[in-house]
């Protein structure tokens, strides 16, 4: 059974190229490297401003420009929960004030 119609288009497609999407940029491929070795080469117009660092795209390291010293990953504290947050804002005498407050509202609208 013949085909028709052309594989990889759809109805009311234009014409493919520079024409209708305009003159390409010029583009440099940069490459970065992270601590275990990985490479990472993101493609950047000419004319961008190229960051120091970069994703791993393998490890999700910080990468750099220099393979021969990969800059470090930043440490990270140990997990916190919300309530471990809420008790660094929040001393035990005003925990106790709030729930009186809200407590003393509740009952009221009882």
Not at 7 to 17: E, H, Q, T
Not at 43 to 60: G, H, K, R, S
Not at 79 to 85: E, I, P, R, T, V
């Amino acid at each position: 059974m013949g085909r028709s119609g052309i594989r990889g288009s759809r109805i009311g497609a234009g014409p493919r190229g520079e024409n209708e999407r305009g003159p390409s940029v010029t583009r440099v491929a940069v490459t970065f490297w992270c601590a275990i070795g990985h490479s990472t080469s993101p493609i950047f117009a000419a004319t961008a401003d190229v960051p120091t660092t970069w994703d791993c795209n393998a490890c999700d390291r910080p990468a750099g420009l220099d393979p021969d010293n990969p800059p470090a990953l930043a440490p990270t504290g140990p997990f916190k929960s919300h309530l471990a947050y809420v008790r660094d804002r929040r001393s035990p005498a005003d925990a106790d004030a709030i729930l009186a407050e809200a407590l003393t509202k509740l009952r009221a609208a009882a």
